[in-house]
Nanobody, 126 residues
Framework: QVQLVESGGGSVQAGGSLRLSCASS????????MGWFRQAPGKVREGLAV????????IYADSVKGRFTISQDNAKTTLYLQMNSLKPEDTGSYYC???????????????????WGQGTQVTVSS
């Protein structure tokens, strides 16, 4: 059974940093696309960052490029999102997700992902 468990959310002032973690189990993470997604109040869920199978290639949404960094530990069992220079508009629930199937798809599209964590809340105050 695939499980994803996020942690590391919290409240921070604008300009601050947080690091989110996502512990995965039940599948071979090195063969999966892993991503971080965000859902702000009243908005649809959006893709922020994805790391490709193998852990080398990454892709970011324009809204977080240069501020957020996605990474994995060597065992590929924990996914991280380092968030710097946080802004109030970064407030929301943050989710990690996994996709085991390959093929052409929009890597930042939430609908493409099969497995989801329960989410962790990030609040950025001005």
């Amino acid at each position: 059974q695939v499980q994803l468990v996020e942690s590391g959310g919290g409240s921070v002032q604008a300009g601050g940093s947080l690091r989110l973690s996502c512990a995965s189990s039940g599948y071979t993470a090195s063969n999966a696309y892993m991503g971080w997604f965000r859902q702000a109040p009243g908005k649809v869920r959006e893709g922020l960052a994805v790391i490709y199978p193998g852990g080398v290639t990454t892709i970011y949404a324009d809204s977080v490029k240069g501020r957020f960094t996605i990474s994995q530990d060597n065992a590929k069992t924990t996914l991280y999102l380092q968030m710097n220079s946080l802004k109030p508009e970064d407030t929301g629930s943050y989710y990690c997700a996994a996709r085991r199937r390959g093929g052409g798809f929009a890597v930042l599209a939430p609908s493409a992902y099969e497995y989801w964590g329960q989410g962790t809340q990030v609040t950025v105050s001005s």
